[in-house]
Nanobody
Framework: VRLQAFGGGVVQAGGSLRLSCAAS????????MGWFRQTPGKEREFVAA????????FYADSVKGRFTISRDRVKNTVYLQMTGLTPEDTAVYYC?????????????????WGRGTLVTVSS
C-alpha cells in the first residue's frame, strides 16, 4: 500500500490545519491507522491512532484535546484535524498503516509509512 500525507503548511500559533492521508495500491480499511511526527534530531513520536472502523481513537498527551483523528473508509483516507497549534507542533507529520486492525502508539507496529508533510507553526 502507498500512503501519501498532505495538507501541511505554515500557520500561525493558535491556528488550525487538517492533514489527510490517502492510501492507494490496496485498501487499508482493515488496518489500524496512525499519525506520527518528527523534528530534526529527534525520534519519531506518536501523535494519534485509531482502529479499522474508526473506533477507539487515542492521542499523545501533548495533543489531546486539540487534535482529532478520523477516517473515511469509503475514500480510504485518514485525517488529522489539528487546532490550537503551537510552535511545538512544528514537525514533519507521517501517516502509517498498522499491522493489525487496531491502532498503536508504537512505530514498530506499523508496516506502511507515507511520505510526510511539513507543518510549521509560527509564533
Amino acid at each position: 500500500v502507498r500512503l501519501q500525507a498532505f495538507g501541511g503548511g505554515v500557520v500561525q500559533a493558535g491556528g488550525s490545519l487538517r492533514l489527510s492521508c490517502a492510501a492507494s495500491g490496496r485498501t487499508t480499511t482493515n488496518n489500524g491507522m496512525g499519525w506520527f511526527r518528527q523534528t530534526p534530531g529527534k525520534e519519531r513520536e506518536f501523535v494519534a491512532a485509531l482502529s479499522w472502523n474508526g473506533g477507539s481513537p487515542f492521542y499523545a498527551d501533548s495533543v489531546k484535546g486539540r487534535f482529532t483523528i478520523s477516517r473515511d473508509r469509503v475514500k480510504n483516507t485518514v485525517y488529522l484535524q489539528m487546532t490550537g497549534l503551537t510552535p511545538e507542533d512544528t514537525a514533519v507529520y507521517y501517516c502509517a498503516a498498522a499491522r493489525s486492525a487496531v491502532g498503536s502508539s508504537r512505530s514498530r507496529d506499523y508496516t506502511s509509512w507515507g511520505r510526510g508533510t511539513l507543518v510549521t507553526v509560527s509564533s
